[in-house]
């Protein structure tokens, strides 16, 4: 299949020909990156209490979800087929919880992944938020079958030739 059009033509993992290729990183610079990424899931009030409280059945639910979205980062060359291996140098997965509205809860999970390198760690960071959501959801799932995982997004990367990128309207 033959991709054309310029935003198609602007895609780094597509050779001329449209097909998938591995980008070439061998000339970049070695630089320190840093990605913040974002992922929310929205639950009933109860079932929050529960996981903040440390009593959902499965066991303690924050500190399941933070070692398994660390865990994801490290294996995501595993799970995206074009991500370079990185090194990572750090992995921070955090919560934070928006007051219920409407009888809901919106947990916000914010990964951040770091490494020295020549590519950036965006995949790491949305991967390690992404996971831990997940991880969330199955450990909370007996009790609140219904919640969302809703806005897995990068919201900041900083290093490599474009320097920091911010999601625009976003403070972190």
């Known amino acids: 299949m033959k991709v054309t059009g310029t935003k198609a033509a602007a895609l780094s993992h597509l050779?001329?020909?449209?097909r998938?290729?591995?980008?070439?990183?061998?000339?970049?610079?070695?630089?320190s990156r840093e990605a913040v990424a974002e992922a929310t899931v929205v639950m009933d009030a109860?079932?929050?209490?529960?996981?903040?409280?440390?009593?959902?059945?499965k066991g303690d639910v924050l500190g399941a979800a933070r070692l398994a979205g660390i865990m994801a980062a490290k294996r995501t060359p595993d799970l995206?087929?074009?991500c370079h291996p990185l090194m990572l140098s750090q992995v921070d997965v955090t919560f934070a919880a928006r007051p219920a509205v409407?009888?809901?809860?919106?947990?916000?999970?914010?990964?951040?992944?770091?490494?020295?390198?020549?590519?950036g760690v965006e995949m790491e960071a949305m991967t390690a938020a992404?996971?831990?959501?997940?991880?969330?959801y199955d450990m909370c799932k007996a009790v609140d079958r219904w919640m969302t995982i809703r806005e897995v997004r990068l919201l900041e990367k900083r290093g490599g030739k474009s320097g920091t990128v911010r999601r625009p309207g976003r403070r972190l």
């Open 15 to 18: 050779d001329a020909q449209g």
């Open 46 to 57: 109860a079932t929050w209490v529960l996981a903040a409280t440390g009593k959902a059945a």
């Open 102 to 119: 409407r009888g809901k809860v919106s947990l916000v999970i914010l990964a951040i992944a770091r490494c020295s390198g020549q590519t």
């Open 80 to 82: 995206i087929p074009l």
């Open 20 to 31: 998938a290729k591995m980008v070439d990183i061998t000339g970049k610079t070695e630089t």
């Open 130 to 136: 992404s996971v831990a959501a997940l991880t969330v």
